[in-house]
């Protein structure tokens, strides 16, 4: 009753607001406020988005002996002021509001006018419905209607002066600031999620000398209307707050503004403010933000400091989910769980085709974007560099019966016919290290038990393909569900350290081929003559240059003859300039500098280096295979078994690399298709078997690489917001077309040979290093040079020691896999992969399943789930059941604590 006149006089204080806070949440519990309770009734998930709203705040000044509105602050996601001076605009920041605004504000809400769905076209009807309502509820007298209708009504100033002197990132951009954020706010969708349009929330706060008490009105319009010059861009006003007081509360009346327009742009407030019922689930909104909110205490911390925008802005959708869950530890899981074991023939390839049907078409119109051509040449660069590093050591593992020619055109055959019909356009087929190392070990078994390589190598092949179709008939792929995070990072970390590991070998070679010479002399390059054994008189020998000398059967003698420059230094520099230059770039892309369709294009400029030299194979050799004729017949059934190492090697190869791709983190949205890819991989088997050609599979490191030159963010995010993750760019025009290339650079030989190899060795080095970023696996091991440890998340639900001991597993699976791959025992290293998830389950006995949620993927085990369910369960009964023994006096003793603090 006390309060209800306070409301109608008009005189509130903040020891108000606390009273009414504490009153009511002091008869509830803590974990269930009334106001989450009341606003879990009007916040659903199944409603609509709404709109984003763009916030201004006018003041009243006085020009002149003139009154106007003068624009002050603008709110998008963050605050923006009107420098002092006003000719800019502040850069955007955190809003940092006093709690005393805020209870302040609160009180507002409580004791002045709400008028909610008004139907309202006009300014000047609106402000006479305001002031109607505050007659009609006696909260200010009749006869000051005019006076408060006259300042309301009064001319609004914006701010948009552009400054004289404009940087050259803004050259071709004529609109101004206004211009410009109406541009965003057109599509605003891109982090709004679906909202059709913008609207406007419109803030007033002045004082005049004419009123002995506040006059408070807050509008929610039942259609957002344009009304004249309101608003700083023509975008339609959905809210208006009104704050007038007496004279010399000038400071007190901005910060509730303030604290208006804050919530206003608040992804919580704003969805309660557009779905409120009455003036009740307005304080409930406000009620709940004050229990999000946090103070930083003023003796540790500056007031006039402006906080940074943050990188990344905590999910809206996970603070409504709190009024009905707790912050749980959720396992990853995996993209396209529903595709595995359907438990009939052929039923996961047949869900795979219905799923990517739809999708054709869009596949390839998707495609013509200028990101596309970055993505294309950066990815060209790396097929061909694989094709070529990979093509030469077959060549030389195999007496080149498989060389540099052979890797170029399987590469664009099978690459082009995967791209074309695939489950998951976006991976790259290549060879790779393990594929290698079978190949090697198989020549060797042929040479020394005299069979024909060729031959044999066909009958595995294919036997290969028939394993892969029996895999895919069988919906086998469901063995995916137990390749956690621990398998996918173990096994994408040996293939990264492989790139790198490959990258400073080639160096080192070149070093040791070429040694640093450091006896350098200027005369050695100038001083040799030319002797001849036979005296013909027409020839001046001193005359010729070496070449010539040379050619005439001439010898040189002196220094320079035996003389080869720094070549290990020049290569040096070439490979680490060409790591170091695409560092630079990457980085570029994201920096503030040019806009963000030259940032896009910076690919580009590093993938003009082209190819090398590609040397013919054997000339005795044909591009067909003949399955009968050199080898026994009890061959082709022996080579069953050979077959079945590569087939384990190829499916783990695969189906891992398509997980990492199909993570929920990349926001694909076509599907995945893991039986449909390793359909096409088991046929591309066969065919490039009968035609003399490596066998391919997906490369882990360049599908990365792929998929991250496709990822797409938001290119008009709000003033102070960090461009939005929206996805990745799904196509399969990026991926035909890199293959196409690699297949006409054979033709582009003598053009291309002159490039040299160490700034291919650098892309090597660049992408096995960048493929390391993000992986987890890699953060955790470099936790053991840290005495102080970044904030991961994982460490806040994980103590340090068993991070550690979780981290040393996994180190001690790769060491073992990389001794392995480098004996003679690399022929079982396809089970050791597959090893690596028996591993994973046999840690279910180390640790527990909080600590693997955190740290790892839990396993899809259907009893261990349901103990854990029960055992939640019961522990939320008993925690129901100790909060109902709680008195009321002890819950209103620590409301009202926490509030004085």
Known sequence: MELEQRRLTGSFSIQDSIQSLTSSLGSHSCTVSPAAERLRHILREEDEPTPTLFTEMDTLQYEGGEMEWKESARWVKFEEKVEEGGERWS???????????????????????????????????????????????????????????????????????KPIHRSLADIGKSSPSSECLLSYLSHSQCYSQNSLDAEASNVLIGEVDFLDKPFVAFVRLAQAATLGGLTEVPVPTRFLFVLLGPDGKTKSYNEIGRAMATLMVDDLFSDVAYKARDREDLIAGIDEFLDEVIVLPPGEWDPKIRIEPPKKLPSAEMRKSVFSLNELGQPNGNAGGDSFCLCRFCGGLWLDIKRKVPWFLSDFYE???IQSISAVLFIYLGCITNAITFGGLLGDATDNYQGVMESFLGTALAGTVFCLFGGQPLIILSSTGPILIFEKLLYEFSINNDIDYMEIRLWVGLHSCLQCLI??????????????????????????????????????????????????????????????????????????????????????????????????MLSFILFFGTYSMTISLKKFKASRYFPTKVGKLYFPCMSTHGDVYTAPTRPDRGWIVMPFGKNPWWMCLASFVPALLVTILIFMDQQITAVIMNRKENKLKKGCGYHLDLFWVGILMAVCSFMGLPWYVAATVISIAHIDSLKMESESSAPGEQPQFLGVREQRLTGILVFVL??????LAPILQYIPMPVLYGVFLYMGVASLHGIQFWERMKLFLMPHQPDFVFLRHVPLRRVHLFTLVQITCLAVLWILKSTVAAIIFPVMILGLMVVRKTLDLVFSQHDLAWLDD????????????????????KAKSEEHNNSDEEVRTTTIRCVRC
């Open 367 to 369: 495609g013509f974007h």
């Open 742 to 747: 690699t297949g006409v650079s054979v033709f």
């Open 471 to 568: 895999l895919v008939a069988t919906d086998a792929s469901y063995i995916i569900k137990y390749m956690t995070r621990f398998t996918e990072e173990g096994f994408s970390s040996l293939i990264s350290f492989i790139f790198i590991s490959d990258a400073l070998k080639k160096m080192m070679s070149i070093f040791s081929y070429y040694p640093i010479n450091p006896d350098f002399n200027p005369d050695y390059i100038t001083s040799y003559r030319c002797d001849c054994q036979f005296n013909f008189s027409s020839l001046d020998w001193n005359q010729l240059s070496k070449k010539e000398c040379l050619r005439f059967g001439g010898s040189l003698v002196g220094k320079s003859c035996k003389y080869i420059p720094d070549l290990a």
């Open 858 to 877: 839990i396993l899809p085990d259907k009893d261990k789930k349901k103990k854990e369910d029960e055992k939640k369960k019961k522990e939320k009964k």
């Open 91 to 161: 850069k955007p920041h955190v809003s940092t509001l006093s709690l005393h605004s805020l209870f302040e504000l609160r009180t507002c809400l409580q004791t002045g006018c709400v008028l909610l769905d008004l139907e309202g076209y006009s300014l000047p009807q609106i402000v006479d419905d305001i002031i109607e309502k505050q007659v009609q509820e006696g909260l200010i007298a009749p006869e000051i209607r005019e006076k408060i209708s006259f300042v309301l009504l009064r001319k609004h100033r914006h701010q948009t002066k």
